[in-house]
């Protein structure tokens, strides 16, 4: 189980977040009532260290213009996480939509322009799977983890797995 301090997230966040009944999951409404969560949940992906893969849901399915409120909460989501946890993280772009490559270029923009680069070693992959459709992750994990070599290691070795299958 994780921890996350949302009065310390909404101390830093522009829309605030309120935690939800599931201990990993976290919610917010933007100015044009998107309704997202974030989730937060163990994976097993990497067997070297304890791992959560990070989700970010819009919740109703509601467009979404280009908000950089969304971008700063997330990040202060994000932050605290590390701060309280200092695990690493998994963010895997859903594919449903087609849109994974644009989310994938956008989770990095975020991550480039926030204060998680000077902290936070950022990995990211593309794997086509069977049918050609490519999928696309990215491994988040603290410069100064106990773990990072592993961690790294592992996420690469995975990633080549996964590509040459």
């Given at each position: 189980m994780i921890t996350l301090d949302v009065d310390k997230i909404n101390q830093h966040s522009p829309?605030?977040?309120?935690?939800?009944?599931?201990?990993?999951?976290?919610?917010?409404?933007?100015?044009?009532d998107v309704h997202y969560a974030i989730d937060f949940i163990?994976?097993?992906l990497i067997q070297s260290a304890k791992v959560y893969q990070f989700g970010i849901a819009n919740?109703?399915?509601?467009?979404?213009?280009?908000?950089?409120?969304?971008?700063?909460?997330?990040?202060?989501?994000i932050e605290n996480f590390f701060l309280e946890n200092q695990r690493a993280l998994l963010y895997i772009c859903e594919t449903g939509d087609g849109k994974q490559s644009m989310r994938s270029r956008l989770f990095r923009?975020?991550?480039?322009?926030?204060?998680?680069?000077?902290e936070i070693v950022f990995?990211?992959?593309?794997?086509?799977?069977?049918?050609?459709?490519?999928?696309?992750?990215s491994l988040m994990i603290p410069l100064f983890s106990d773990d990072l070599e592993a961690v790294v290691n592992e996420f690469r070795t995975t990633v080549e797995m996964f590509r040459n299958k």
């Amino acid at each position: 189980m994780i921890t996350l301090d949302v009065d310390k997230i909404n101390q830093h966040s522009p829309y605030k977040v309120y935690a939800t009944s599931r201990t990993s999951t976290l919610e917010f409404f933007t100015d044009y009532d998107v309704h997202y969560a974030i989730d937060f949940i163990e994976d097993d992906l990497i067997q070297s260290a304890k791992v959560y893969q990070f989700g970010i849901a819009n919740v109703d399915n509601v467009k979404s213009p280009r908000d950089w409120k969304v971008r700063d909460t997330i990040i202060s989501i994000i932050e605290n996480f590390f701060l309280e946890n200092q695990r690493a993280l998994l963010y895997i772009c859903e594919t449903g939509d087609g849109k994974q490559s644009m989310r994938s270029r956008l989770f990095r923009s975020w991550y480039d322009s926030s204060v998680l680069r000077d902290e936070i070693v950022f990995l990211s992959a593309s794997i086509p799977d069977e049918e050609g459709i490519v999928n696309y992750a990215s491994l988040m994990i603290p410069l100064f983890s106990d773990d990072l070599e592993a961690v790294v290691n592992e996420f690469r070795t995975t990633v080549e797995m996964f590509r040459n299958k």
